[in-house]
């Protein structure tokens, strides 16, 4: 360092000769001046203007259109007379630790800002808090905030990521709406409300993600049905809803039992007309898809051994269903409610029987598919065997009307 200065010093003082005048600077002296430039000046370059609000945050906007609030306490609200406001010159806000909320009309109309950076203080974002920043591409929310209100991202138009963290619990009025660049969003299970429109005029978002645990429904999230794939992770298995009406559900093991205090995915959705079961699910829960009104096929791969009590409960719409053999036990009130259930199929070498159905036993005609043979028991008792072809010889295989 010390020869860095020195060869500066030598090459100040030849230019200065060379001009015909002669001023000496010591080393030392010039060491010192260097000490006075701060890495943050370097970085955001000199200050244009810094004022002190009347919370005692201060805003130091820098030439390089990076604003800084420093201090410590809740931001003030403001009604469009924030040191911000419509400031297109702002590229960047950067919120330094001790600063503990955003206030509302903090940062509207800011055309020029580009990136946020919110310490993990900031419990609470305030009413369009950054609404109408068109040129504001991500944002992180940190683990801290408990709150995003009203209008708070709305109109940001340019904005196609969101990260949601931690224990956010309610997402306010037109928070994110008219953001018509961003295409999907993940939502933490600490989310308990959203309230309307809160993702409204979202042209683009065709994904949302609810994370394992959470109580949402697409409902819930203020946005078109029709257009946006809704998932929740729900322990090892994704369940999947699409703008046509079906519900995936996909990945390994057992699918965990629901009850009205904690309600599947699928709880009383209408929107939901077809149910998959992918391969390697190996039971369906207690209420997996309930009140499912709109619900007219479903599919149940071999994998799955079992299905829990009042599983299909009241899905008033489903005609049929057909159960793999791999099915051995079905729990109580699977198809209770079911009125326009008709038609229950069972795979060959299934073991069970229509007694096995509940309340619809007296309702429904079961099938069972043998080999070239299917046997059909109407609801008058009448079983009938149909097909082409010999009949198999039954012995520890139970026939289906043993």
Do not use: H
Not at 36 to 47: C, F, H, L
Not at 301 to 325: E, H, Q, R
């Amino acid at each position: 360092m010390k020869k860095q200065w020195k060869r500066l010093a030598a090459l100040s003082s030849a230019a200065v000769m060379a001009a015909g005048t002669l001023l000496y600077f010591p080393t030392d002296t010039l060491q010192n001046i260097s000490w006075g430039i701060t890495a943050s000046a370097e970085e955001t370059g000199a200050v244009k203007w810094t004022k002190i609000e009347d919370d005692n945050l201060t805003w130091t906007l820098y030439n390089n259109g990076t604003l800084t609030i420093s201090g410590s306490g809740a931001m003030q609200d403001y009604d469009y007379n924030s040191p911000a406001f419509y400031n297109s010159n702002i590229k960047k806000v950067v919120i330094e630790d001790g600063v503990t909320s955003i206030g509302d009309n903090a940062f509207p109309n800011c055309a020029g800002l580009e990136s946020i950076e919110i310490p993990s203080g900031v419990t609470s974002i305030g009413d369009f808090a950054f609404s109408r920043c068109s040129s504001l591409t991500s944002i992180t929310i940190p683990s801290s905030v408990t709150s995003i209100e009203a209008s708070a991202f709305e109109d940001c138009s340019s904005l196609t990521s969101i990260t949601i963290l931690g224990d956010v619990t309610s997402i306010g009025y037109n928070a994110f709406s008219d953001c018509t660049s961003l295409t999907s969003i993940t939502i933490p299970k600490s989310v308990k409300s959203i309230e309307n429109n809160a993702f409204s005029g979202c042209t683009a978002l065709t994904e949302v993600l609810l994370e394992g645990g959470s109580t949402l429904t697409y409902t819930d999230l203020g946005v078109d049905a029709n257009k946006v794939v809704t998932r929740w992770n729900e322990g090892d298995l994704t369940w999947t809803l699409t703008a046509d009406g079906t519900m995936t559900i996909s990945g390994k093991g057992a699918m965990k039992d629901y009850n009205s205090a904690d309600n599947s995915p699928a709880y009383d959705n209408s929107n939901i007309i077809k149910v998959v079961i992918e391969d390697g699910i190996t039971s369906i829960g207690n209420d997996a898809f309930s009140v499912c009104t709109g619900l007219t096929s479903i599919t149940i791969p071999d994998s799955v051994t079992s299905i829990g009590n009042s599983a299909f409960s009241d899905c008033i719409s489903l005609t049929g269903i057909t159960i793999s053999k791999s099915v051995a036990s079905i729990g109580s009130n699977v198809f209770d409610g079911c009125t326009a259930l008709t038609k229950v199929f069972l795979e060959g070498g299934s073991t069970l029987t229509s007694e096995s159905f509940g309340e619809v036993a007296s309702k429904i005609a079961t099938y069972w598919n043998e080999d070239n043979l299917t046997w059909t028991l109407t609801a008058d008792g009448t079983m009938t065997i149909s097909g082409s072809g010999a009949m198999k010889a039954y012995d520890t295989d139970d026939s289906p009307a043993t």
